[in-house]
């Protein structure tokens, strides 16, 4: 309703504002008006009133202050008084004595200039403080709105969240320190602040903060990153504080801040005041409650890369827990969770393996399409059919959705399973290496060997230079490894400086990416069964842990 009332109001000050432009414009085409219309009369020459003279056109001669005015019978011309011999024509013509008024006009273009300005000036003031009090009543709705800063009660559980095993292990500890901070408080152990979850879009990063809520039964506060930013200055500062006070009150509790990109987003050159005053005042709430308050910071980003470094470091949001899109043990479960209360009679396996590169939202939105599609038809129960007719319609409905067709499927395998392969091979650390995800373990040391930094570039490439030694042809899959290949390349080269001379040429790079190009396409030639082996294995379970692809090259070599 407020907001209904402010945007009435604003409408009014628009329309003040466009009727003072008016006004303005109408007293000018007064004057305008009034000074062309005042004395029309063109101004003639001695010899030209000679000639009027001579030729008798002349039927009046009219005085009127400095002019002598000639009236013929068409037209009057006025010239100045010293400029002929008025004696001359006063003898020959009648002669018309014009009052002087000129004074009089001269008043009334004052008055009427002096009364314009002070309409539009105090239409300009009474504009003024309408604006200043619209300012001072949205402050207060923003203040009446956002001021009581609301704990929520979370019932979500883990049992609630289907396929983040690897996430739930991550955060038993932090739920188990919201439940018992004291048992944590006698053996001095402090956990971090603040805990970001980073994955792409659609995960469950909402969802999870909320089931760590719900398992630890404490006070849940949400808030998005874009909230916090408002037109005005300070305004958002003040939020952060009334968030972090009213947590601390209920303490142990937890403070969600979802795309917190959006208010956290690095300070440089395209600055903006309020985002930083905001981003200031989250970093010194932060550094400013203990590790045993109890308040537990949740923040979730898919842009890490784009976070000011003062936010990453330790003692703020220094524990960072990857979710990445579940492959196709994750799917199965989700849609056990999603299909637990539909009658179905649905292939769950199958459905997950035609869904590669779904996240959690999108198999709940193609769960509740298949149920829909079902009724549509007539049917009480959910079938896998239902699931294949409205894939498409997911599909095209959220575009960023990466699914593959089989085809695709086999290429990917490929692809992905040569990465694990050579890397595996060559000692450089994963986690995890699937269909779809790339879960790399480099360890950012202090100082790196130029021989670990080519097998890192190696990695990258290994799985365009496999696939094109298979298919003899080249996909668009390689081009963000490719990307990071060419970065390190450059990285070895200038920032390192690791060639033989110190003076480096952009021909070196070339010959680096040559070398190590001809190096892999040979390492790929003898370890091509470990690469099938390997591939058909990401087909069946789409990912492969570094553990297990070492146990396939020790039984093939």
């Known amino acids: 309703m407020k907001a209904t009332e402010q945007r009435f109001k604003t409408t009014l000050f628009r329309k003040k504002n466009i009727r003072i432009i008016f006004s303005l414009l109408g007293v000018v085409i007064l004057l305008l008006t009034y000074t062309v219309l005042r004395d029309t009369d063109p101004l003639i020459t001695h010899k030209q009133a000679n000639a009027l003279y001579s030729r008798n056109k002349i039927e009046k001669v009219i005085v009127d202050g400095d002019y002598i005015r000639l009236k013929t019978a068409d037209k009057t011309y006025k010239i100045y008084k010293e400029a002929i011999n008025t004696a001359a024509f006063f003898s020959k013509y009648p002669v018309e004595v014009r009052e002087d008024k000129g004074y009089l006009y001269d008043?009334?273009?004052?008055?009427?200039?002096?009364?314009?300005?002070?309409?539009?000036?105090?239409?300009?003031?009474?504009n003024r403080l309408q604006q200043i009090e619209q300012i001072r009543g949205a402050r207060e709705e923003d203040h009446e709105i956002y001021e009581p800063v609301q704990a929520l009660t979370s019932h979500v559980t883990f049992k609630d969240v289907a396929g983040i095993k690897d996430v739930k292990e991550e955060l038993e500890e932090i739920i188990d320190f919201l439940r018992e901070p004291q048992k944590y408080r006698n053996l001095d152990i402090r956990l971090p602040k603040g805990v970001l979850l980073v994955g792409p879009p659609g995960v469950g990063k909402t969802l999870i903060s909320k089931a760590v809520a719900g398992e630890a039964g404490v006070p849940f506060f949400y808030q998005s990153g874009a909230s916090f930013v408002h037109i005005y200055v300070g305004m958002g500062a003040k939020r952060?504080?009334?968030?972090?006070?009213?947590?601390?009150?209920?303490?142990?509790?937890?403070?969600?801040?979802?795309e917190i990109d959006a208010v956290g987003k690095s300070r440089g050159e395209f600055r903006n005041d309020e985002r930083e005053a905001t981003l200031n005042q989250l970093l010194t709430e932060m550094d400013g409650f203990e590790e045993s308050s109890g308040v537990?910071?949740?923040?979730?980003?898919?842009?890490?890369?784009?976070?000011?470094?003062?936010?990453l470091r330790a003692g703020r949001f220094d524990r960072r827990i990857h979710i990445s899109l579940p492959d196709l043990e994750d799917r199965i479960k989700t849609l056990?969770?999603?299909?637990?209360?539909?009658?179905?009679?649905?292939?769950?396996?199958?459905?997950?393996?035609?869904?590669?590169?779904?996240?959690?939202?999108?198999?709940?939105?193609?769960?509740?399409?298949?149920?829909?599609?079902?009724?549509?038809?007539?049917?009480?129960?959910?079938?896998?059919?239902?699931?294949?007719?409205v894939k498409e319609k997911v599909l095209l409905g959220k575009r960023k959705i990466l699914s593959f067709t089989e085809e695709e499927r086999k290429i990917q395998a490929v692809y992905q399973g040569a990465k694990a392969v050579v890397a595996t091979w060559l000692d450089v650390e994963f986690e995890k290496i699937g269909i779809v995800t790339t879960r790399m373990l480099f360890q950012e040391h202090e100082i790196l060997s130029r021989s670990k930094l080519i097998n890192r570039i190696k990695v990258y490439l290994a799985g365009s230079i496999a696939t094109k030694l298979r298919y003899n042809e080249q996909f668009t899959n390689a081009s963000a490894d490719i990307m990071q290949a060419k970065e390190l390349v450059n990285k070895v080269i200038y920032t390192y400086a690791m060639s033989e001379n110190f003076i480096v040429t952009p021909l070196q790079e070339e010959e680096l990416l040559r070398d190590t190009v001809s190096e892999l396409s040979a390492l790929l030639k003898t370890l091509d069964k470990a690469v099938d082996e390997v591939s058909v294995y990401l087909l069946q379970y789409e990912n492969i842990s570094h553990e297990h692809c070492q146990k396939i090259l020790k039984e093939l070599f």
Not at 111 to 117: E, K, P, Q, V, Y
Not at 296 to 310: F, H, P, S
């Open 336 to 389: 056990e969770l999603y299909l637990a209360h539909k009658p179905n009679q649905v292939d769950i396996e199958q459905v997950a393996r035609m869904t590669v590169g779904f996240n959690s939202a999108a198999l709940d939105t193609l769960t509740n399409e298949a149920a829909i599609y079902a009724m549509r038809e007539g049917r009480k129960v959910v079938e896998t059919e239902d699931f294949e007719a």
């Open 296 to 311: 537990i910071v949740i923040g979730a980003t898919n842009k890490i890369d784009v976070l000011d470094e003062a936010l």
């Open 107 to 126: 008043l009334f273009l004052l008055a009427i200039l002096l009364g314009s300005m002070f309409y539009l000036l105090r239409l300009m003031k009474l």
């Open 240 to 258: 952060v504080s009334e968030l972090f006070k009213k947590a601390k009150q209920l303490a142990p509790s937890i403070i969600f801040i979802d």
